[in-house]
């Protein structure tokens, strides 16, 4: 029996999509634009943390500006597709969110 080239297309289309979309990656494509900049960096943090604190973004902008320079860096960061991967990075293995004192 002979399966239908369009019928494969439409199966591995499913199977693409199910993979995309389970992996999280969605939402790392549809839903967010990437900057390069501390300000694109920090939002994308503050919005995995679920809040909207002003002061929060102050103080990461801030210490991203000490930290990086290179446009490249801060936009493999804002891609980064599960929010644990994006909070541990900014807060390291202390969980020290930026404006805290170690």
Do not use: H
């Not at 199977?15 to 969605?26: D, E, I, K, W």
């Not at 503050?46 to 604190?53: F, I, L, Y």
Request: hydrophobic share 35%.
């Amino acid at each position: 029996m002979r399966v239908p080239r369009s019928l494969l297309l439409v199966v591995a289309c499913w199977l693409l999509t199910t993979v995309f979309v389970s992996c999280g990656s969605r939402q790392a494509v549809f839903n967010r634009r990437i900057t390069g900049t501390c300000e694109g960096a920090c939002n994308r943090y503050v919005a995995c943390k679920g809040t909207d604190s002003t002061k929060l973004v102050n103080a990461c902008v801030a210490e991203c500006q000490e930290m990086f320079s290179g446009e490249e860096g801060l936009k493999a960061f804002e891609s980064l597709p599960r929010c644990e991967d994006v909070i541990s990075f900014v807060e390291g293995d202390k969980g020290r969110a930026p404006g805290t004192t170690p």
